[in-house]
T-cell receptor, first 113, second 110 residues
Framework: ETGVTQTPRHLVMGMTNKKSLKCEQH?????MYWYKQSAKKPLELMFV???????ENNSVPSRFSPECPNSSHLFLHLHTLQPEDSALYLC????????????FGPGTRLTVT | QKEVEQNSGPLSVPEGAIASLNCTYS??????FFWYRQYSGKSPELIMS????GDKEDGRFTAQLNKASQYVSLLIRDSQPSDSATYLC??????????FGKGTRLSVIA
């Protein structure tokens, strides 16, 4: 595997379900990011981790819970989501939080029913 | 609120022409600028970065930065149908992570 991988690629979940998105980077980077991309909206930064420490939480609802066990792995735990949370969730990584060239994974297309 | 503005398009150009994509940003202190290409249903791919005023060329792509006018552009020479995608402008200001524009959809007509 190379670059940034994400699983699953597609996910359909009900509002009462609990699921997790997984991201893994194989680039030796130390910073990882979660973004949300909805139709006709700019990419929205959700969370930033630098050397496993969360450095940004952009007023994301608590139904989204990130976890970063090490610099290579990032999870987004989902529970009691709303239909408006349906979007493409993108993971990205960069060498460190101070270097801004970010590389994206393929994304998880989430549909909340 | 730091903002990055792009015309949503679509911008249609004939094959072989120059495509010009524009981006303005609100924070005069911004220091790093990036262009990402996103094909439909795919994730953004970094294609250019520029940090100082002037032009930066990479193959058929040229990024242009004018900090006084708070303006960054991307020129694509000899446009190909495979260049049809949404192009995202992203800006870094101070210690904040990337702020993305909504993107401009480019359509290259064969």
């Amino acid at each position: 595997e190379t670059g940034v991988t994400q699983t699953p690629r597609h996910l359909v979940m009900g509002m009462t379900n609990k699921k997790s998105l997984k991201c893994e980077q194989h680039l030796g980077h130390n910073a990882m990011y979660w973004y949300k991309q909805s139709a006709k909206k700019p990419l929205e930064l959700m969370f930033v981790y630098n050397f496993k420490e969360q450095t940004e939480n952009n007023s994301v609802p608590s139904r989204f819970s990130p976890e970063c066990p090490n610099s290579s792995h990032l999870f987004l735990h989902l529970h009691t989501l709303q239909p408006e949370d349906s979007a493409l969730y993108l993971c990205a990584s960069s060498h460190s939080r101070g270097t801004y060239e970010q590389y994206f994974g393929p994304g998880t297309r989430l549909t909340v029913t | 609120q730091k903002e990055v503005e792009q015309n949503s398009g679509p911008l249609s150009v004939p094959e072989g022409a120059i495509a010009s994509l524009n981006c303005t940003y609100s924070d005069r202190g911004s220091q790093s600028f990036f262009w990402y290409r996103q094909y439909s249903g795919k994730s953004p791919e970094l294609i250019m970065s520029i940090y100082s005023n002037g032009d930066k060329e990479d193959g058929r792509f040229t990024a242009q930065l004018n900090k006084a006018s708070q303006y960054v552009s991307l020129l694509i020479r000899d446009s190909q149908p495979s260049d049809s995608a949404t192009y995202l402008c992203a800006v870094v200001s101070g210690n904040t992570p990337l702020v993305f524009g909504k993107g401009t959809r480019l359509s290259v007509i064969a």
